[in-house]
Every structure is written in C-alpha cells, then in structure tokens.
C-alpha cells in the first residue's frame, strides 16, 4: 500500500523545530561527496522540469525521487511529487506533494544556515528583510524565529498584494524595492525568480547578511558577482553551485565558495567570525533534503493514519 500524503496532510504532521533538526542532523550525516543527480530540462512551453535522483541518508532505509515542474506564470508556481521509496525492495511507501517538501526543506535549511552565519543574535534582535514573500520566504521567516528573534520586519515583492499579505501575517512594513530592505536590514532573505542581480555590492554593508534562495538554475540570478567575491560565501554544495547556482550565475568557479553549511556544522570551517564581514548563504538545494522532511512526515503519517492509502498494484 501506498501513502498519499497532500499539502494540508502534511502540513498537519510538520512543524519547523524537528524539520530543522531532521536537516542538521543530515548535514552532519552527509559528510561525503553528493549522492544523486538534479536533472533539469526547458520545456516547450513556459516552465521547466526537474528531478532530484535519489535522495538517501545514512541510517534511513528509504529513498526519494522527486519530481517538479516550475512555471514562474502560476500559482503555485512548482508543483509536483515526490515518491518515497522502501530501501529494502523498492515498494512505493508514499507519495508526497512536492510543492510542500520542497518549500519546508528550502525555507528551514536556508533558516539554519542564515542562523548560523548571520553572526551571534543580539539582544534586542536584528532587523530582518525579505525579498520576494512566496513559500520559501514564509518558511524561512518561521523556521528562523525558532532559532533567533527579530525586532522589526520589512518587505519587499514584485506583486505589492503578495507582498502587503505577507507583511501583515508577520507584522512587517512595506519597502519599494530591493535594495531599500537592504538599506535597513541586518538579515535578508532572497526567494525569487530573479533572472538579474537585484543586489550588489554598494547596496549592501559591512557585517550583513544576505541568504539567498533565487538562484537554483541557469538563468537565475539574485546577487552580483561582486557581492559574492567580497563576501564570506557558503553553499551547500560547491560543484553544484558552479554548475546552475549562485557561482555558475555570477561566472565565479567552484572555489570562490569557502566552505559548504555541512562543513560549518560539523566545525570544519569555523563560519564568520568577524562581525564586521559580509556572509552570504546560497544553498541550490540537495535530493537528501527531500528525503529528510518525506521520511519525517511519512512516519508521523503513519503513526497518525492521516492521508489516504491505495494500491497502485491492484
């Protein structure tokens, strides 16, 4: 039997405090090199597809694959699935709405490495910007006030509806373009479909952070090359972040990245330890993730009976 596990079934079994130690603990675990291939092609019509083979950890008898179409024009804009796998015979355990898993698993890892990276919180907290307010910003705002507080909120989004949604569900304010939340915010968040730096170096400063979610295929671009080069830079993986990330956007080669989030977790690389220095996070995404967050929400499923079961065999 299968588990067929939709947007509100898991959103009944999730919550950010054991997603966020699910990917720690993954980080820590998936010390070796990348196992697993993201596929991605243009389509003839106005989106993209992509997959994500397989996601495995160590310790977890399971595996997914992961299915997604990205078309910037709709809403929402990804949608797909992903199948979660027996690692003992290969019975299909589950099958996971994808759009969820996805912004879960990229809001909640980008929320750790922001948390890690942005320097130790202060008191009164720090001023927090986001832009572009979708599902991957939502998360990443969430999964960060588990770990840290902030004492004021701004935001900004290409649709001012959007964006006037997401400031009044977190008690932000509004700002009018990118690079007036860079003026005043210590922390910012990046989740868009930019296809252009919306930021670069003059519009940022010293002992700044900047997390960003944009650019996880060719094509996409959030931040200038020089932002990057003159920031302390950590991706998830280096070799991907040259090929369609961050690097490959700004034409920068592997080695401009100085450390992954897993070697900062597990102490290889002691992170910033400057506080006047510029940190940058700009993770592309890794096909462990996906696995992390589906085996979570599988066996929380599973112990609950929530979502429905059939029988593709019959």
């Known amino acids: 039997m299968t588990r067929l596990l939709t947007r509100s079934d898991l959103q009944a ?115 927090l910007g986001v832009i572009g307010a979708g599902a991957q910003a939502e998360l990443m705002v969430r999964g960060l006030g588990t770990l840290r507080r902030h004492r004021e909120l701004v935001v900004h989004d290409a649709d001012p509806n959007r964006a006037n949604a997401f400031a009044a569900r977190h008690g932000g304010r509004l700002l009018g373009s990118a690079a007036e939340v860079a003026a005043v915010a210590d922390i910012v968040l990046m989740a868009t479909w930019s296809r252009a730096p919306l930021l670069r170096l003059a519009d940022t400063r010293p002992g700044q952070h900047v997390t960003s979610l944009g650019a996880d295929e060719p094509g996409k671009q959030e931040l200038s090359a020089d932002v990057l080069e003159s920031a302390l830079l950590v991706v ?22 100085e450390a992954t989030l897993g070697e900062v977790l597990r102490g290889d690389h002691p992170g910033r330890t400057d ?29 609950h009976d929530l979502g429905q079961r059939i029988d593709l065999l019959s």
């Open 13 to 127: 079994v999730l919550e950010p405090v054991s997603c966020i130690g699910a990917l720690r603990d993954g980080f820590l675990a998936a010390a070796s090199p990348t196992v697993g291939q993201r596929v991605r092609t243009d389509l003839p019509f106005p989106g993209t597809a992509t997959a994500l083979i397989p996601g495995v950890l160590p310790g977890v008898e399971a595996y997914t694959v992961k299915v997604n179409a990205k078309f910037p024009g709709a809403r929402p804009a990804l949608r797909g699935v992903i199948c979660l796998h027996s690692g003992h015979d290969g019975e299909l355990l589950a099958l996971l709405d994808s759009a969820t898993v996805t912004a879960w698993r990229t809001g909640l890892a980008a929320a750790l490495g922001t948390h890690l990276l942005a320097g130790p919180a202060s008191a009164e907290g720090a001023v």
């Open 236 to 257: 998830d993986d280096r070799e991907l972040a040259a090929s369609m990330g961050a690097l490959a956007a700004a034409g920068l080669p592997a080695s401009a990245a």
């Open 275 to 303: 506080a006047t220095a510029r940190s940058v996070y700009a993770p592309v995404g890794l096909p462990w993730q996906d696995l992390a967050l589906a085996w979570l929400a599988y066996r929380q499923a599973e112990q």
